[in-house]
Nanobody, 121 residues
Framework: QLQASGGGSVQAGGSLRLSCAGPGRTFSSYAMGWFRQAPGKEREFVAYISWNGYIYHVDSVKGRFTISRDNAKSTVYLQMNSLKPEDTAVYYC?????????????????WGQGTLVTVSS
């Protein structure tokens, strides 16, 4: 039910904007998260936005990445600026309606297919 897009290859310092189209009319009731998984590493939490706009970014991306949502378009975004080679990963969007630690991927019900971001030095 989630479609992530916007990945690509950029040089360090560049920018990308990821998009994730959500589950239609019920999108506004979902909290959304972005996660990423680098080659050979475990999946990690990146950013979160609640149904009513509360946002949180993990320390490693604060000041560089911004999560936002447009409920009219049923879409969540991840604006990524000042990209670093260590940001290289497959990025996944996820949706949830329940409570719990928002950095815990297990609290999310729906997942997108992932979009690859490659940052070269």
């Amino acid at each position: 039910q989630l479609q992530a897009s916007g990945g690509g290859s950029v040089q360090a310092g560049g920018s990308l904007r990821l998009s994730c189209a959500g589950p239609g009319r019920t999108f506004s009731s979902y909290a959304m998260g972005w996660f990423r998984q680098a080659p050979g590493k475990e999946r990690e939490f990146v950013a979160y936005i609640s149904w009513n706009g509360y946002i949180y970014h993990v320390d490693s991306v604060k000041g560089r990445f911004t999560i936002s949502r447009d409920n009219a378009k049923s879409t969540v975004y991840l604006q990524m600026n000042s990209l670093k080679p260590e940001d290289t990963a497959v990025y996944y969007c996820a949706a949830r309606t329940n409570s719990g630690t928002y950095s815990n991927g297990r609290t999310y019900k729906y997942w997108g297919q992932g979009t690859l971001v490659t940052v070269s030095s």
